[in-house]
């Protein structure tokens, strides 16, 4: 596709099940972010893909949530034990520029997780 | 931490009418974004800014940076209901890490 494609666009669960959540970004951006925002706020950064490898993965909240890259292009966010607290909307996002500080980032619309 | 504070929280105006969107940090930053999001969708590049002191100007917009790279604006001038949305500044932590700011919610009305 010619956009970031996120899966699912909605999400539902109980309190204390796994989920994940698919970010498959535009091709040959080698840069891939994961964001959470909640309702009428800023995106919270969670973590950085630099191709495979999670550059930085500092945003992260706690040991329940983890991300993988496995080829360097879909990544999956997985998320255990889920708390009612997580409920959010989570952006993935992909940029073509590497090291560079000015490189647009190009978002998804976002998979929507309430927690009940 | 760096934290991108975005004043008003929210903003209601007629169409017309001229408005201007504050984002300010204690931290500098090697660049800044302004980003709008719609409901629902994630959230679109508007400018980058580089260089402090920096003025751009796109249709109606113009945003600034400030000298010492720790603020920024944005003006919209004769705003229309299109102009609808959630307006965020984004500051580049280093070479890669994007922070965004609180969000300023901006309703315009016909």
């Known amino acids: 596709g010619a956009g970031v494609s996120q899966t699912p666009s909605n999400k539902v669960t109980e309190k204390g099940k796994y989920v994940e959540l698919r970010c498959d970004p535009i091709?040959?951006?080698?840069?891939l972010y994961w964001y959470r925002q909640s309702l009428g706020q800023g995106p919270e950064f969670l973590i950085y893909f630099q191709g495979t490898g999670a550059a930085d993965d500092s945003g992260l909240p706690n040991d329940r949530f983890f991300a993988v890259r496995p080829e360097g292009s879909v990544s999956t966010l997985k998320i255990q034990r889920t708390e009612r607290g997580y409920s959010a909307v989570y952006l993935c996002a992909s940029s073509l520029k590497q090291g560079a500080n000015t490189g647009e980032l190009f978002f998804g619309e976002g998979s929507r997780l309430t927690v009940l | 931490t760096q934290l991108l504070e975005q004043s008003p929280q929210f903003l209601s105006i007629q169409e017309g009418e001229n408005l201007t969107v504050y984002c300010n940090s204690s931290?500098?930053?090697?660049?800044l974004q302004w980003y709008r999001q719609e409901p629902g969708e994630g959230p679109v590049l508007l400018v980058t800014v580089v260089t402090g002191g920096e003025v751009k100007k796109l249709k109606r917009l113009t945003f600034q940076f400030g000298d010492a790279r720790k603020d920024s604006s944005l003006h919209i001038t004769a705003a229309q209901p299109g102009d609808t949305g959630l307006y965020l500044c984004?500051?580049?932590?280093?070479?890669?890490?994007?922070?965004f700011g609180t969000g300023t919610r901006l309703k315009v009305l016909a």
């Open positions: 931290s500098v930053f090697s660049s």
């Open positions: 091709s040959g951006h080698t840069a």
């Open positions: 984004a500051g580049a932590s280093g070479t890669y890490k994007y922070i």
